[in-house]
C-alpha cells in the first residue's frame, strides 16, 4: 500500500516545489508522511463540504489545487469556519497536499492542458521558470 510520503514524492516528480510561485503555500500542509493511502480524493479547493465527504468516506489523502492555510496562520482553533474544518481533518487523520502553481507551471499541467484544449498553437510561458523534468508527451 503506497504512503502519503510515496503520493507525494510522486507529485513532486511530475510538478516540482521549484516552479511553484515564491508567494505560494506549495506541498504537504497537513498529515503524516508515514500514513497508508486506501483512498484519496482530490478536488480544485477543500470547502467545509469536500472536507466533510473526505472525512465520513475514511479519505487518507486530499490533493487540491488550491492549499489550505494560504496565508499564516497565527492561531489554529474552532473559533474560524477555516479553522474547524482544518482541526476536523487533523482529528480524522486526513492528509492534505497542494501543488497549485507548480502543476500551473509544469509540462503537462492545467496551463498546458488549457491551452491544448482551447486548440492554441505556438504556446509558450509569459515568464520563464526552471524546465520541468519530465518530458512532453511524445518525446520519451
Known sequence: MPTVANVVEFLEQFAPRELAADWDNVGLL????NVEVERMMTCLTVTSESAAEAIEGRVHLIVTHHPILFRGV?????DTPEGRMVLSLARAGVAVYSP????DNTR???NELLARCLGLVDVRPLRRAAPSPLPRRGER
Open 108 to 110: 503537462g499541467g492545467i
Open 30 to 33: 497537513l498529515g503524516e508522511r
Open 74 to 78: 497565527k492561531s489554529l482553533n474552532d
Open 100 to 103: 497549485h502553481t507548480a502543476f
